[in-house]
């Protein structure tokens, strides 16, 4: 069950006056470019109460709900706008690896280290039914939008297709020679991505069960991957520390960005693919607007801890990270004015 925490810890954050906010994260420090920023930038208080590595965090579709997960097996579900903080019950030390929120915000699927997938109702606040097959920890989790397929992806390379009508498993196929570590439905629903260690992507048709379109790169394996504002554009980000924008059809990068000197273990796509977001292993935090072949950096965030989980909700007005050392999920409220975070 969720367990209802209404004294959660918050982090305040400091105003300075004259319209100017000052946030201490880590030995980060805010420079805000314009006095203005504060109306259109706002961070809100941090969600504490992980005791661990935060591994994942995932906004529901109506961005009112967030969830995260950690190396202790912690599952949180927080409320957006109130901060109200449920907790799962201890009653599950595997490491969480993966989450997903359905398309109705109704059940939240998690993946485990050791190879099940959780999928709890959120409403009741307790797991419903447990998907068992994978043989290694499950990295990436996916539904369909029409909510009936969950895909999973994992550590051996498997990838498997689940109707939740039924619970039953529906397909299952050796997606890579090395191991899953990210997966995307596409918005139509049409195509699985996968991306792997093996430096490639590949998109599944899931009519035929059959690769339809590897994308290579000779550089970097994928850690990360998510679908930009439709089936055309795919988001990565590589070993090497940088994020790439690929155009399906043509199979070509048309958008490459430096992040980081270290793999990037997460990105995050608003539903309309103008805002994206990556988090590295060295630190980094960037949130970027996307018009055609051109990147605008809105925020750079360095910190001394390592980030796993970023997460940007689908209409684009909030974001939200893990902060590993302080074992926080930080949190603003934007717009469309710029700011830069300096070390």
């Not at 969720?2 to 810890?9: D, F, G």
């Not at 920023?37 to 529901?60: E, K, N």
């Not at 297709?161 to 529906?170: F, H, K, M």
């Amino acid at each position: 069950m969720w367990s209802l925490k209404p004294n959660a810890k918050l982090r305040p954050t400091m105003f300075l006056g004259c319209g100017i906010t000052l946030v201490a994260v880590m030995a980060a420090l805010v420079e805000i470019q314009d006095s203005r920023m504060p109306r259109g930038w706002q961070q809100r208080h941090s969600f504490l109460g992980h005791t661990s590595p935060i591994m994942a965090v995932t906004f529901s579709a109506d961005g009112q709900q967030l969830a995260s997960g950690d190396f202790d097996g912690n599952l949180f579900l927080w409320h957006w706008s109130s901060g109200q903080q449920w907790a799962s019950t201890p009653d599950h030390p595997d490491r969480v690896l993966s989450l997903a929120f359905s398309p109705d915000g109704r059940i939240l699927a998690c993946g485990r280290e050791e190879g099940a997938v959780q999928l709890w109702d959120v409403a009741q606040g307790k797991p419903t039914r447990t998907l068992a097959g994978h043989q290694a920890g499950v990295m990436g989790a996916s539904f369909a939008p029409d909510g009936r397929t969950l895909a999973t992806g994992s550590a051996e390379g498997v990838v498997k297709l689940w109707d939740l009508d039924s619970g039953r498993e529906r397909a299952s196929w050796m997606g890579h020679v090395k191991g899953v570590t990210s997966l995307a439905f596409s918005p139509q629903g049409e195509v699985v991505a996968t991306g792997s260690l093996d430096r490639s992507m590949k998109l599944w048709d899931l009519a035929t069960g059959k690769e339809r379109v590897c994308l290579q790169d000779p550089q970097a394996g994928v850690y990360s991957l998510c679908f930009a504002g439709d089936s055309r554009n795919l988001v990565a980000g590589y070993g090497d520390g940088s994020m790439k924008l690929w155009d399906v059809p043509t199979q070509r990068v048309t958008i490459a960005l430096p992040v980081g000197e270290k793999p990037i273990l997460s990105v995050s796509a608003t539903a309309d693919g103008r805002k994206v977001m990556a988090g590295s292993l060295d630190g980094y935090v960037k949130l970027w607007d996307f018009d055609r072949d051109r990147a605008v950096v809105l925020m750079e965030h360095k910190t001394n801890p390592y980030i796993k989980a970023v997460a940007l909700a689908p209409d684009g007005s909030k974001f939200a990270f893990g902060l590993n050392p302080s074992l926080s999920v930080e949190r603003w409220d934007i717009s469309s004015p710029r700011v830069t975070f300096l070390r």
